[in-house]
């Protein structure tokens, strides 16, 4: 499991932010193999890192005061930033971050549209494929709610499952079956291979914003606690576990 120890800071880079406070990231703990729960969080550390502005990260495992009740939340000074796009957004307009420096305009659009197939749908199929399955559940009740105190936790965790399971229906994907929602999935993670071809990263030597959110989501099937179809369609294939092994040793923090 990847523990991230003493507070992650990273050294600024080519700016003077000597006034500013550090910033402080709030986070699901790790899990899984992961350094966050969540694959949304571990964007935003690897936002965070790439950024080279200093932060800290403040674990928990309870969001019902974040805004709408999620993580992560990023703590700027006074302001507070919900959700990782948000996240990047203020690291781009008030740090002069650029995540897809070296992109051109056509690539740059090329990498929004694969934020938003890996976000939008094959999280949500991640997301029951951890949440809704029986043999899942409980490592990952253990792994968001584990630390709130009984029966506390129990009873967060149970609204939570209910919650996702709303969420994951309306938002189409859990209308379908398993075998459905893996064979969508692999249609998503076929194009992923695609683009990748023989290169480092998505857009070559140099990983950039889509690998930020490609390679947290993805891990996150691979790493599932139970076997599943989903999780052998990355963890079957060497060369998309090179990858996966590649972006954790480069973006994540340490």
Known sequence: ????????????????????????????PAAFDEPSASP??????????????????KFTSDPRKAPNG?????????????????????LEDTYACDFDKGLTPEQRATSR???????EHLYFVMVGNRWLNDDNWPLV??????????????????IARKKTRAQVVAQGTGRHSVQVQTERARQDIEAIKAMLGDKPYLFGDTPTAADMSVVPIIRGISTSPTQTGLRDLVTNDPTLMTYLERGRDTLYPT
């Open 1 to 28: 499991m990847i523990g991230l120890g003493n507070p992650v800071i990273n050294k600024p880079i080519n700016a003077d932010y000597s006034e500013k406070p550090m910033l402080k990231l709030i986070t699901f």
């Open 40 to 57: 949304f969080c571990v964007k935003a550390m690897c936002l965070l890192k790439a950024s080279g502005v200093d932060w800290i990260p």
């Open 70 to 90: 999620k993580l992560p939340i990023l703590i700027d000074g006074e302001n507070t930033i919900a959700d990782s796009e948000a996240i990047r957004a203020n």
């Open 113 to 119: 549209a694969v934020i938003r197939m890996v976000e």
């Open 141 to 158: 009740k253990q792994a968001f709610f584990g630390e709130m105190p009984k029966p506390l936790g129990g009873l967060v965790a149970h």
